[in-house]
């Protein structure tokens, strides 16, 4: 199974994934976690040009053939190769962040940015998409207050507001995929959250392995 945790800036995604992904090895399943961009020694290449904060100059396009090339890298070397094992995928981010963001967020056509995910995944789509709303002011209040601060995360509140208007968007085309969770409670209500809804949508390992 493919997971994917999305979310505006300061969501909580990252600090979430480990504590969730242990709690599912302690349940018997084989997870592998990744995060975008990087996830591979060229996507974390990539991931360097992309969040250096005095890359200002850079154009949005170019912005966005970046992140896609790291994905298509991730996608290659990564998550297929562990998903043809068998093997519970969790990524911080993937392809729906390239819709909220340089869609979105940066008004690129989204009809384009859709054939060109496709092309740099293979197709490969999520099974569960988990969306970490929260308010754009707040998140970014949280990242600063860690320390945490990069290029894509200095831009100005109304692109942030964008982006998130876009996740909600796509969670509201797509259901099926989507689960929205209200990531401003306290990180334990947050977790419980996330292995329920995890818990409610894989089939238990014995079961698995039976089929």
Partial sequence: MFITLEGPEGSGKTSQLPDLAAFLRE?????????????????????????????????????????????????AQIIRPALAEDRVVISDRYGDSTIAYQGYGHKNDLNTIRQMLAFATGGLIPDLTILMDVDPAIGLRRKKSEGEWNRMDAYELEFHRRVRAGYLELAREDPKRWVVLDASQSREMVQSALRQVVLARLTPPSVAHNA
């Fill in 27 to 75: 349940d018997g399943w084989n997870v592998l976690t990744t995060r975008e961009p990087g996830g591979t020694d060229i996507g974390d290449q990539v991931r360097q040009v992309l969040m250096r904060i005095d890359n200002t100059a850079m154009d949005p396009r170019a912005e966005t053939l970046l992140f896609l090339a790291a994905r298509a890298q991730l996608v």
